[in-house]
């Protein structure tokens, strides 16, 4: 049995990704915590494009880029656990709507982290995240009760960080996106989602993440002073 | 028929053109709606709401949008001609993170660098631009298609390049591949435009200077108007 690693980062949404999947699919792990103020010679060398975690280590060989770890998990393990449906069209579809959410991450991150002053939902970059929001609920969730159907998949695990993650991001920042009377359905996702066993043991501890989202957006804002109006 | 396959394209535009060549690889017969993009039909804004783009297949009806989610599904739906990625998960893994950093770094390089007048900030973005390139260099180096002996994924991922590329050149009156500094990048978009498959079903170059300077118009009409 091929030895597996996976370089993370305990506050980082797919750095849990790939915690997620491996756990789901009952495959043994070894973790490795990065410091990414000072990154090992390991990271460097293991994912020399983007120097960023995850990075999944398989029988010596490394994977990165979280989207790309989970569908090779999903290859190498697919006895147990089986994270995209069979249908090559519904398929299709969760690649696609896990392809919105990280097309749409650099909108999500500025509207959190880079605008310096407070600002309500009149915010054109929050307006913009509420409109995601609610077009994952319409088309991508739907009536369902997880994107993935009645147990959770690899769509539910790319969207893992709205359960949880986001909610940290909107106490940093004072506002309230994801409320069951704005996104009834997505709200009601994310209770159930945190709620499966193997997301429940394997989430940052609250205060720490919300500790360190404070300290990233100081980081943020003090590198970029000019607000956007 | 049921199993129909549609493809709503422009025939100058990159992510069509990938999609085009795996249908072709596979043998799957087509039918190609043209679309002209001024004047989205209603067919092309029901079949993609979301984002109202090319390319757009509809197998049995049913919508597919974004070119490698597309590339997946023919991949996984032809399943019997042409292998496009191999059975082995760490070489898909590979197929699948270039193919994404051809897009995301590659393609975003080239066209903010072209999009941008002459300058310091221009010199940059053609700087950074290479300097993706270079990632592939080493990719491509020893091998004479990304796919081994044959075209694959990430050939057609990265397929615009010998061609698109040379128009983007044009119209951003730059230079980017420059084959001194990437000959193996450089031999294989040589090899790859030589494929009959290929070089039969490319648009000719006027036409892709013609629609990228099109682009850069309309963006640059958007950027007058949104000034205050």
């Not at chain 1, 120097?51 to 989970?70: C, M, N, Q, T, Y």
């Not at chain 1, 309230?176 to 009601?188: F, I, Q, V």
């Not at chain 2, 001024?38 to 757009?56: G, W």
């Not at chain 2, 059975?87 to 660098?113: I, N, T």
Request: aromatic share 12%; charged share 30%; net charge negative.
């Amino acid at each position: 049995m091929e030895e597996v690693t996976l370089l993370g980062f305990w506050p980082s949404p797919y750095s849990h990704r790939v915690i997620w999947a491996l756990k789901l699919k009952g495959v043994k792990y070894e973790y490795i915590e990065e410091d990414l103020g000072n990154k090992s010679d390991m990271l460097l060398q293991y994912n020399p494009v983007y120097k960023k975690i995850p990075v999944l280590v398989h029988g010596g060989r490394p994977i990165a880029e979280s989207f790309v770890i989970l569908q090779y998990i999903e290859d190498t393990w697919p006895h147990t656990y089986p994270l995209l449906p069979k249908n090559a069209h519904e398929r299709a579809l969760a690649r696609f709507w896990i392809k919105f959410g990280e097309d749409k991450g650099y909108i999500i991150f500025s509207a959190f982290f880079l605008v310096s002053e407070e600002k309500d939902l009149g915010d054109a970059g929050m307006k913009e995240v509420l409109e995601f929001l609610k077009i994952l609920e319409e088309h991508a969730l739907g009536d369902k009760k997880f994107f993935g159907g009645d147990k959770i998949g690899m769509v539910d695990i790319a969207y893992g960080w709205l359960s949880y993650f986001f909610k940290g991001m909107e106490e940093m920042r004072g506002v309230k996106l994801l409320e069951p009377s704005t996104l009834p359905r997505l709200h009601a996702w994310a209770e159930n989602f945190k709620q499966v066993s193997v997301i429940k043991d394997n989430l940052p501890d609250y205060t720490k993440l919300l500790v360190h989202l404070k300290s990233v957006r100081e980081k943020m804002t003090a590198q970029n002073p000019t607000s956007k109006k | 028929m049921g199993d129909q396959v549609k493809l709503i394209a422009t025939p100058q535009s990159l992510p069509c053109c990938r999609v085009e060549w795996a249908l072709k690889l596979k043998e799957v017969d087509y039918e190609y709606i043209e679309e002209d993009l001024r004047n989205k039909s209603a067919f092309l804004l029901e079949s993609n709401p979301i984002h109202k783009k090319v390319p757009v297949l509809l197998h049995a009806g049913k919508p597919i949008v974004e070119s490698l989610v597309i590339l997946e599904y023919i991949e996984e739906t032809w399943k019997d001609k042409y292998p496009l990625l191999s059975d082995d998960p760490h070489e898909r893994a590979m197929a699948r993170f270039w193919a994404k950093f051809g897009d995301e770094k590659c393609v975003v390089g080239a066209f903010g660098a072209a999009w941008l007048t002459e300058g310091e900030e221009k010199n940059k973005a053609i700087e950074s631009a290479q300097e993706s390139l270079a990632f592939l260099e080493k990719q491509i180096e020893g091998k004479k298609y990304f796919g081994g002996e044959q075209i694959g994924f990430l050939d057609l991922a990265v397929g615009w390049i010998p061609h698109w590329l040379k128009a983007l050149e044009e119209v951003g009156e730059m230079k980017v591949l420059d084959p001194g500094r990437f000959p193996s990048l450089h031999e294989w978009g040589q090899n790859f435009l030589e494929i009959p498959l290929i070089k039969n079903s490319l648009p000719p170059r006027e036409k892709v200077v013609e629609y990228f300077n099109a682009g850069r118009s309309y963006k640059r009409s958007l950027e007058a108007a949104n000034k205050p």
